[in-house]
């Protein structure tokens, strides 16, 4: 008897992989995907039968309202990057969510969604090449540190 017929009187077989499987994020800070973070968390999502969220979290300054209101019109590139990977995704059966944080802590408001959504996965994508040192580093800290849910890294 496996552990889920123990709990519910059937076998883990006869559930969906969709009722089961919770989602998959991949999360990246305002510069484009990276190549390998990519197609992990399309398999990933695709295997299990899970939600994929792609999300962009993009800092906003404290500085003034018009900085601000100038970052939502902004990121067109990104924008279209994630539209297509969307579209990708679908197209190989995943259900898909796009998300956006602007937010003047976005790896925190990311892993609140985390937290909110019950992510299992969360990729974390950005294109290293594209990002500071030191935001990717702060990132990393935070995410390693706080997040409630599996974390997969680029390698190096």
């Known amino acids: 008897m496996s552990v889920g017929s123990a709990v519910t009187g059937r076998s883990t077989a006869d559930v969906p992989a969709s009722a089961t499987a919770r989602p998959v994020m991949l999360l990246t800070c305002n510069v484009p995907f990276g190549a390998a973070a990519v197609r992990v968390a399309v398999d990933a999502a695709s295997e ?5 969220y792609l999300c962009d979290a993009i800092p906003l300054g404290f500085s003034s309202y018009i900085d601000q209101m100038a970052r939502r019109f902004g990121e067109h590139d990104n924008r279209r990057e994630m539209d297509g990977l969307a579209r990708e ?3 190989r059966g995943v259900r898909t969510t796009q998300m956006v944080f602007h937010n003047p802590r976005p790896i925190a408001a990311a892993l609140e969604v985390c937290r909110d959504e019950r992510i299992g ?16 580093r702060r990132a990393m800290h935070r995410l390693r540190r706080d997040a409630s849910c599996l974390l997969w890294i680029a390698p190096s």
């Open 48 to 52: 299990a039968g899970a939600e994929l």
């Open 89 to 91: 995704a679908r197209a």
């Open 121 to 136: 996965l969360l990729v974390f994508g950005a294109d290293r090449a594209r990002l500071s040192r030191l935001t990717y």
